[in-house]
């Protein structure tokens, strides 16, 4: 999006397990405090174009986030209300696994336009996806799922371009596919990307 001309922030809403700071390159970096009309403000790092925001870039990455889930949810809040992001086309939030305090607090906070739900094509992560899923489809919430990505399908190694070895089983996308169907019948707005 972001190559494309569009403004981007990305919000790493994941408070106990933060990747973003990492993935990034942007470990022990501090995002900057600014004055707004009297209210102090975080301004956002930026790499590659898009605005980021972590709370690994808040706190001490050798030490863990212990708080629960009000506290987690105050850090959300604040990362909604008190970021300057500017003006934005794209706000993505990386959320953390599981339909907890930290989803709700978000879908309160701002309107979704919407989601993509992103699982390994394992049971147990199927199981979380499907439980996702279903959170934000509900009525009151009502957030529109746009796809499902499944990570880790199989690997390539360098030495073997033309080899494909499925690290879980290779029928994986067509498991993965069910679970969303089965999960939203009739509905043919699900895509499926496979990596």
Excluded at 152 to 173: C, H, Q, V
């Amino acid at each position: 999006m972001a190559e494309s001309g569009a403004k981007v922030g990305l919000m790493d809403a994941d408070i106990y397990g933060p990747s973003v700071p990492i993935m990034f390159g942007v470990r022990g970096e501090r995002p900057l405090m600014k004055e707004v009309n009297g209210k102090g403000v975080i301004v956002p790092l930026e790499r590659f174009g898009i605005r980021l925001l972590s709370i690994g870039l808040l706190v001490d990455e050798s030490k863990a986030v212990v708080w629960r889930g009000p506290m987690a949810s105050s850090a959300i809040r604040q990362f909604v209300t008190d970021v300057d992001w500017g003006e934005l086309d794209y706000l993505i939030v990386d959320m953390p696994p599981g339909t907890g305090d930290i989803h709700l607090t978000l879908l309160q906070l701002i309107k979704v336009s919407g989601v993509v739900i992103v699982s390994t094509p394992q049971d147990v992560a199927l199981a979380d996806a499907k439980k996702g899923i279903a959170m934000f489809g509900q009525a009151q919430l009502n957030a529109r799922i746009l796809g499902l990505v499944e990570n880790m399908s199989y690997f390539t190694p360098a030495e073997l371009p033309d080899n494909k070895y499925y690290i879980f089983w290779k029928t994986g996308r067509t498991k993965t596919s069910r679970a969303i169907r089965t999960t939203f019948p009739g509905r043919n707005t699900i895509g499926t990307k496979y990596s």
